[in-house]
């Protein structure tokens, strides 16, 4: 079973910037996407980032131009780098991988937004 472990989240001002990254247990190569994805307080998770195998990416409108995902395969590592963050991109940020045969989840990464 695949384990996926996210860093990075925590307090920042609006305008500021986050790095979040999740750490894979297995080569990323094996995935033919990986995407993060978001929940706010009483609202469904939402996709905010994907990349695919062959490193196309996509983008949530709210978030583009301002956050960039991108991977590392020698480190088995997905980031988003998050630029002029604002309070609506407060919530908990989940890492994704999908394989053929499974989607996997990591257990989330609290962002907050606030002045």
């Known amino acids: 079973q695949v384990q996926l472990v996210e860093s990075g989240g925590g307090l920042v001002q609006p305008g500021g910037s986050l790095r979040l990254s999740c750490a894979v247990s297995?080569?990323?190569?094996?995935?033919?996407?990986m995407g993060w994805y978001r929940q706010a307080p009483g609202k469904q998770r939402e996709l905010v980032a994907r990349?695919?195998?062959?490193?196309?990416?996509s983008y949530d409108d709210s978030v583009k131009g301002r956050f960039t995902m991108s991977r590392d395969y020698a480190k088995n590592t997905v980031s988003l780098q998050m630029n002029s963050l604002k309070p609506e991109d407060t919530a908990v940020y989940y890492c994704?991988?999908?394989?053929?045969?499974?989607?996997?989840w990591g257990q989330g990464t609290q962002v907050t937004v606030s002045s």
């Open positions: 994704n991988v999908n394989s053929d045969t499974s989607a996997s």
């Open positions: 297995r080569s990323i190569l094996y995935f033919y996407a």
């Open positions: 990349i695919t195998h062959s490193g196309g990416t």
